[in-house]
């Protein structure tokens, strides 16, 4: 298991930024699958974006793609999503997950493919 501990949520306004960071436990970050999800009051949790071993390999929701960007910081054990042009529908806790695989290209969008979860971070995007 990873410990993760997520921070950087808050209020904005619609239109503004924010970003959310990710801190990881361990030795061997650098092999974990990383992903951001959400979930709103009375929904169900939802993938946001996953990242794989390095940068260049990332998936996204087609609801964030353009404004949300997520990426990682192998030598602080970190991952971050930045998110920009927010919307009032963004609002939610957002979640960060890792698992740790075998495959530099293999990125896990689902979050049963994830193993390790952190607590959650709030972020409210009012009108």
């Known amino acids: 298991q990873v410990q993760l501990v997520e921070s950087g949520g808050g209020l904005v306004q619609a239109g503004g930024s924010l970003r959310l960071s990710c801190a990881a436990s361990g030795r061997t970050f650098s092999t974990l699958a990383m992903g951001w999800f959400r979930q709103a009051p009375g929904k169900e949790r939802e993938t946001v974006a996953a990242?794989?071993?390095?940068?260049?390999?990332?998936y996204y929701a087609d609801s964030v793609k353009g404004r949300f960007t997520i990426s990682r910081d192998n030598a602080k054990n970190t991952v971050y999503l930045q998110m920009n042009s927010l919307k009032p529908e963004d609002t939610a806790v957002y979640y960060c997950?890792?698992?740790?695989?075998?495959?530099?290209?293999?990125?896990?969008?689902?979050?049963?493919?994830?193993?390790?979860w952190g607590q959650g971070t709030q972020v409210t995007v009012s009108s």
């Open positions: 990242i794989g071993w390095s940068s260049g390999n990332s």
């Open positions: 997950a890792a698992e740790r695989t075998g495959s530099s290209r293999y990125v896990p969008m689902r979050a049963p493919d994830f193993g390790s």
